[in-house]
């Protein structure tokens, strides 16, 4: 067995924070801060979300590549959810040049530097298997406490993307997952259930990293059981699954993550089926000074 550390980070676009939870200006090296974090967390597989890509807010950074590069990942992938910038209150002002799903990897660092944001998924082991998807947004927003802003700031919603990984781990393939769904409730269950239907057909075990903008137990509920599981795969996956008696999906970790100056929920989550509890081992939410998350991080034997 070889201990493997797996974690889930949403970035904020790599925004340093204050003590007090408040926006802090960027360094002169603008991606300093996120290569130190992200180093500090020492991740063999490491989820992020909301990734910048070419933004002017965030220094222009590639910030997938500089988080791959700060974590020595050999294969990573950034799947764009939209291209486009910020808008002047909230929401974005979409590219009409790139309205859909974009890849990009370690090949593309000088292709495309058009400005866009999204989920990426980075790993130090071996990669099969690379599958991205991307779900429309809610068609409307919510009021929401953004970092920066008194009160609540009317909020759209915007396009998710999601990540999964065929991995050659050191006691077999298994799958992973990166995704960021909607703050729209109900809108996020029905994301986090297509998750699951979409990576049927991949080997088990599996591990569903991310921000979900859900909270306490609906998660693991939503994705269900092993049986649920079984029901979808294909036939020889579930007769793989019934050998290895799996369990329901549970939780990794549970802890606070936000914010990140005095954790209260946990939106961001490790979850994982097929994968023995006996197997995991720490579980932090270190403080980084990047972002309103916390990043989630947790030891496991595989």
């Known amino acids: 067995m070889t201990t493997l550390r797996i974690a889930t980070y949403n970035l904020l676009h790599g925004q340093p924070l204050a003590p007090d939870g408040t926006p802090a200006p960027y360094p002169a090296d603008p991606g300093g801060p996120l290569a130190d974090a992200v180093a500090s967390l020492d991740a063999d597989v490491l989820a992020l979300q909301e990734v910048d890509r070419h933004q002017a807010r965030s220094g222009r950074t590639d910030q997938a590549a500089v ?5 020595g990942a050999t294969d990573w992938r950034f799947a764009a959810a939209l291209h486009g910038v910020p808008a002047p209150g909230a929401g974005w002002v979409p590219d009409p040049d790139r309205p859909g799903l974009a890849v990009y990897g370690p090949t593309d660092l000088d292709d495309d530097t058009r400005p866009s944001y999204g ?17 429309a947004p809610a068609p409307f927003g919510l009021p929401l406490r953004v970092a920066g802003r008194r009160g609540l700031t ?7 993307a999601a990540l999964a990984a065929v991995l050659a781990g050191p006691g077999g393939e298994f799958t992973v997952v990166a995704a960021h769904l909607s703050f729209v409730p109900g809108w996020n269950v029905a994301q986090l259930a297509a998750v699951r239907r979409w990576i049927a057909d991949l080997p088990q075990p599996y591990l569903v990293l991310g921000d979900f903008n ?3 137990a ?3 509920t939503v994705l269900g059981s092993a049986h649920a599981i079984q029901r979808t795969a294909r036939r020889e996956r579930v007769r793989t699954a019934r050998r290895t008696r799996l369990q329901g999906w549970y939780d990794l970790a549970r802890t606070p993550t936000y914010p990140a100056h005095r954790p209260a929920v946990q939106f961001d989550h490790i979850l994982g089926i097929g994968v023995p509890r006996s197997s995991v081992g720490s579980v932090s939410a270190p403080r980084t000074g990047v972002s309103d998350h916390r990043p989630l991080v ?3 034997e595989m």
């Open 67 to 71: 988080a791959a590069k700060a974590t």
């Open 119 to 135: 989920t990426a998924l980075l790993t130090r082991l071996p990669v099969l298997h690379w599958r991205a998807r991307r779900f």
């Open 154 to 160: 009317p909020v759209p919603d915007e396009p998710r």
């Open 214 to 216: 859900l909270i306490g």
């Open 218 to 220: 609906v998660p693991r």
């Open 298 to 300: 947790v030891d496991v």
